[in-house]
């Protein structure tokens, strides 16, 4: 598991090229044939959650029960997208930042998911969640699904293949 600063408020709104100059060596250090799975999670998404983002009623292949908001994704991709496309090893990318989201589309090899809203500041008309990320050593499986307020499970979907 990788998890990222995409920045806000004072700082801009990027995973940095440093961050992609980080990962890249380090990913490969860590799990050098890429054989152990890995998802990544930060909170400001990336230009590539636009491409994918379902289009008012065309939801085809994705995942998830709230559409509520427009896709705001960082000011700009240093990089980061292509090493995580490019890497096998990667199933998944977690973001935040669009509370009116929830779910999960793929995106090349891997799925492009939103947490939900979690909180309590804000958005007070949504329903609660969170986003449940399971994932299994032997055999390998990577799933998750939302889990409102009240207990509710649902938009399971399995990430592995």
Same mark, same amino acid.
């Given at each position: 598991?990788?998890?990222?600063?995409?920045?806000?408020?004072?700082?801009?709104? &990027?995973?940095?090229?440093?961050?992609?100059?980080?990962?890249?060596?380090?990913?490969?250090?860590?799990?050098?044939?890429?054989?152990?799975?890995?998802?990544?999670?930060?909170?400001?998404?990336?230009?590539?959650?636009?491409?994918?983002?379902?289009?008012?009623?065309?939801? /085809?292949?994705?995942?998830?029960?709230?559409?509520?908001?427009?896709?705001?994704? /960082?000011?700009?991709?240093?990089? &980061?997208?292509?090493? &995580?496309?490019? @890497?096998?090893?990667?199933?998944?990318?977690?973001?935040?930042?669009?509370?009116?989201?929830?779910?999960?589309?793929?995106?090349?090899?891997?799925?492009?998911?939103?947490? @939900?809203?979690?909180?309590?500041?804000?958005?007070?008309?949504?329903?609660?969640?969170?986003?449940?990320?399971?994932?299994?050593?032997?055999?390998?499986?990577?799933?998750?699904?939302? @889990?409102?307020?009240?207990?509710?499970?649902?938009?399971?979907?399995?990430?592995?293949?």
């Amino acid at each position: 598991m990788y998890f990222f600063d995409s920045g806000g408020r004072s700082y801009p709104k &990027i995973i940095s090229n440093a961050q992609v100059e980080w990962f890249e060596p380090k990913s490969k250090e860590v799990n050098p044939d890429s054989k152990v799975p890995e998802i990544t999670s930060w909170h400001i998404l990336s230009e590539a959650y636009k491409e994918v983002a379902p289009k008012s009623d065309l939801r /085809q292949n994705c995942v998830g029960s709230i559409f509520s908001e427009d896709v705001a994704a /960082q000011e700009a991709d240093m990089g &980061i997208m292509k090493v &995580i496309e490019e @890497r096998p090893s990667v199933k998944a990318v977690f973001v935040g930042h669009n509370h009116g989201l929830d779910w999960c589309c793929p995106h090349k090899k891997l799925w492009l998911c939103f947490a @939900r809203h979690t909180g309590y500041v804000g958005y007070e008309n949504w329903t609660k969640g969170a986003r449940i990320i399971d994932i299994n050593e032997k055999p390998f499986s990577l799933k998750s699904w939302i @889990r409102t307020e009240d207990g509710h499970l649902h938009s399971e979907v399995l990430l592995s293949s």
